[in-house]
């Protein structure tokens, strides 16, 4: 049987620098599907899939926001949380310029520059995890305690139901 091929992106890269093991779990990418597209082709549940959200403060300051995909971001409990005065989600092109990945295939792994990574707190309670491994159609499943590892998230209460 031959080895599954798959991108070898920064994202791919940084995990391997850790030596963090993964999963690489591709699927049939759907412009603006989302996770429910991704659960849907990887038959998993929504809640496992974490969103990877490129979003900036009142100065301009970029930062990443994991969430799980059935879920949103309170925008007013995370600025408080965090000591802003407002946070709002950046425009495709400044995401892109701060992570250097494509929107649709951003990886919290591997930035272009380097921002602050805040992450839901019931995120850490799940035995696995869905993220984008920094390429359209290509989730990689992994524990949370190794991405916490790698990426040292802030622990945030943010997420309400949509």
Do not use: W
């Not at 992106?9 to 620098?17: F, H, P, S, V, Y």
């Not at 991405?147 to 949509?162: H, M, N, S």
């Amino acid at each position: 049987m031959a080895k599954e091929k798959f991108p070898v992106t920064l994202a791919i890269r940084l995990l391997r620098q850790h030596e963090i093991e993964f999963t690489p779990r591709p699927y049939r990418y759907e412009d603006r599907g989302g996770t429910a597209t991704s659960a849907r082709e990887l038959q998993v549940e929504e809640h496992q899939v974490i969103k990877t959200l490129v979003m900036e403060d009142e100065q301009g300051a970029g930062l990443i926001v994991l969430m799980h995909g059935d879920m949103e971001v309170s925008l007013k409990n995370l600025a408080r949380q965090i000591d802003a005065k407002q946070v709002t989600p950046c425009t495709p092109k400044t995401a892109e310029a701060l992570t250097g990945y494509q929107t649709g295939g951003t990886s919290p792994f591997g930035t272009r520059k380097p921002m602050a990574v805040y992450i839901e707190k019931s995120i850490l309670s799940l035995g696995q995890i869905y993220i984008n491994g920094g390429k359209r159609g290509f989730l990689i499943e992994i524990k949370p305690s190794d991405l916490t590892r790698v990426l040292k998230p802030i622990v945030v209460e943010i997420g309400i139901q949509p």
